[in-house]
């Protein structure tokens, strides 16, 4: 039988048949010593085949096959560091929740997200949320980031979950599509969610005054179908984002502004560091590249860790 992983908790599969059917599936245990480095070798969204066998007369399929992905979102694993996880796969885009405070969302986060989903060949939208709880000052800086994201060929929208602020236009971009959800703790996945889909009814819960920090509601990936012809991935919050699997030289190509620029180096292979006629320093002095992506740039090219501690808006 073939099918599409919904859930994974990380032992036990929730895998829907072609003709609609859930099974819990576990895997063959030959998956797990097949060199893949990655914490979870079956992702929610993988297309599966199985086989369905009757244990104490009960159904439990057993998942043999996983068929090529088309793209997926990876990253370090936490504490793991030479290990990887693949949070969803077989995606059609990702909406990456921002905001401003409450939890702050930092521009090294943001960008290391984006440069994944490049990667990866995951269309990334950027959705700016709680725009209703900001004063004028903060709806200043909250603008400001979404133009240094417009800037790079990034779609942003200003959303709020809680008041359904262009939540329409979210679930109209939806249509016909699997979307990831994803963000730190605290941002409003889960209530966004619920306000795109009530019946799902979500758990949601208070940030932590202490460390200004979301409380995890989501334990595991999951995805659901919805009604109005899309499905969702509703995934955990993310800490810190660890890139992998990127060479140095590639690296540009995956922030769509440097690409853009990259024939007009001196150099077909410029790190855009300390070579001579580099069009993207040329544009960064000039104000057309921002300086918070070029940081983050020289911080994944050096292979620092995501330390959440960045200025929000690097200064020159």
Not at 38 to 50: I, L
Not at 85 to 98: E, G, W
């Amino acid at each position: 039988m073939k099918g599409t992983v919904y859930k994974s908790t990380g032992s036990w599969y929730q895998v829907k048949s072609e003709a609609g059917t859930f099974y819990d599936c576990r895997i063959k245990g030959k998956f797990r010593i097949k060199g893949i480095k990655s914490t979870n070798p079956v992702a929610v969204g993988d297309r599966v085949e199985f086989d369905i066998e009757d244990k104490e007369g009960a159904e439990q399929g057993v998942i043999k096959k996983i068929e090529k992905r088309e793209n997926y979102i990876i990253r370090k694993s936490v504490n793991l560091s030479k290990q990887t996880h693949i949070i969803a796969s077989n995606i059609d885009q990702v909406f990456l929740l921002v905001t401003l405070n409450n939890p702050p969302t930092l521009t090294t986060f943001i960008d290391r997200f984006l440069v994944t989903a490049e990667a990866y060949h995951v269309k990334a939208v950027l959705l700016f949320n709680k725009v209703d709880s900001y004063n004028e000052d903060e709806l200043v800086e909250v603008k400001y980031l979404a133009a240094i994201y417009r800037n790079a060929g990034y779609e942003c929208i200003g959303i709020s979950a809680t008041t359904g602020k262009n939540v329409d236009k979210v679930k109209e971009m939806m249509l016909g599509k699997t979307s990831m959800f994803a963000g730190h703790s605290g941002t409003g996945k889960s209530t966004l969610i619920n306000a795109i889909e009530p019946g799902l009814n979500l758990k949601t819960s208070q940030i932590s005054d202490q460390h200004k920090q979301g409380q995890h509601t989501t334990t595991f990936a999951e995805m659901f179908d919805l009604s109005f012809d899309a499905r969702i991935i509703d995934t955990p919050g993310i800490k810190g984002f660890g890139v992998v699997e990127i060479e140095r030289e590639e690296l540009g190509d995956y922030f769509p502004e440097f690409f853009e620029l990259k024939q007009d180096c001196k150099f077909h292979n410029c790190l855009h560091l300390e070579e001579p006629k580099c069009a993207v320093k040329d544009a960064l002095e000039e104000g057309e590249i921002a300086w918070s992506r070029y940081k983050s740039y020289l911080q994944i090219l050096e292979g620092e860790e995501d330390n959440y501690r960045t200025d929000i808006y690097p200064k020159k």
